[in-house]
Every structure is written in C-alpha cells, then in structure tokens.
C-alpha cells in the first residue's frame, strides 16, 4: 500500500513562493501518475495540477496556470509543486495524491491521498 506525506506549507505573503513536497513509499512510485489538490475553508477538495507516470506530461487547472509548477523526481520517489506569486485565495490545505494504476491516461483516478499541508498566504 502506497504511502503519501506533503511537506512544505506554510505561512507565506502574498507575492511569495512555496515549493510542497509530496515522499511516497511502499509501491513503486515511478509508474504512477501523480495529482495535486487544494481545499480551502469551505469549499469542497479541488484539482490543481497533475502529472503523468515519466513526468512528460503535465496538466493544470485555468485558475493556477502560469504560477503553479508541478514536477516529479521518480529517483526520490518525490513530487513537488512550486507555486508562484502567492494569492491570499491560495490559502487551503494542500493535497497530493496517487493515480489508482501504473501508466494511466487522463482522466487519472486518483485513489491514494496523503494527510495534506497547510498553505495561508497573508495579504
């Protein structure tokens, strides 16, 4: 079973940068397309960017295109997300999550979620 951990939020100002970090263990990581989501103070979970099993592919949401970088380094078994000019309305928990077969297509089916991280960007 596969395990998730983000790491990198925090409290950042608005016009600031953040790199989230997403470890996984106990499968192999490398095959799988990976996602990251958001959910701020309620609202409901959202899709922000993707990316697929090599990392050749990358897909993102209209609203963070631009200012959201996601990447993958399958040695370290790592995905990351770099988000720019930090926005207030950034602000939610951040989630990573993993594509329910190796070497899927879109649309992925992501199954496997970590616990999130906190991003707050102050104005």
């Known amino acids: 079973q596969v395990q998730l951990v983000e790491s990198g939020g925090g409290l950042v100002q608005a016009g600031g940068s953040l790199r989230l970090s997403c470890a996984a263990s106990?499968?192999?990581?490398?095959?799988?397309?990976m996602g990251w989501f958001r959910q701020a103070p309620g609202k409901e979970r959202e899709f922000v960017a993707a990316?697929?099993?090599?990392?050749?592919?990358?897909y993102y949401a209209d609203s963070v295109k631009g200012r959201f970088t996601i990447s993958r380094d399958n040695a370290k078994n790592t995905v990351y997300l770099r988000i720019n000019s930090l926005k207030p309305e950034d602000t939610a928990v951040y989630y990573c999550?993993?594509?329910?077969?190796?070497?899927?297509?879109?649309?992925?089916?992501?199954?496997?979620w970590g616990q999130g991280t906190q991003v707050t960007v102050s104005s």
């Open positions: 999550a993993a594509d329910h077969v190796p070497a899927g297509i879109p649309p992925f089916d992501f199954v496997t």
């Open positions: 106990g499968r192999t990581f490398s095959s799988y397309a």
């Open positions: 990316i697929n099993w090599s990392g050749g592919n990358t």
